[in-house]
């Protein structure tokens, strides 16, 4: 099934997973942030599982979606290697001038303890 805006339900879990960061994670950040020190793990690993747990959890979308904004709060950062927990839920949803808009919150944590939380917030395509 495919997430359309009426299949989601503001308060309700969307999908929880026990995720691991890969171990080679800090290769593809350094990648994609060429002025990282190597090995020097700052906060762009942990947004990058972020977005990681986001794909993951909710799947399969439609395409065209647009994240239009994110706020978040990193409690600990990730680290290659680390297994956490992420879960996604619907915050809200609405339709606001003919575009469908959808509220995420994600949230990874380890151990019970919080590594960071998240609000998201998107057109959605269909």
Known sequence: MVWTFDNFRPGAEIGCAEMQVPD???LNVAAAFP???PGENGPELTIATLMRAYTFLIYPRPPGNIHAEQTMKIFRQVRP???FVARATCLDKEIKKGRNWVVFGIELADGGKPLVEAEMRFVWAM
């Open 81 to 83: 290697g680390q297994t």
């Open 24 to 26: 080679d994670a800090l």
């Open 35 to 37: 002025d990282l020190q």
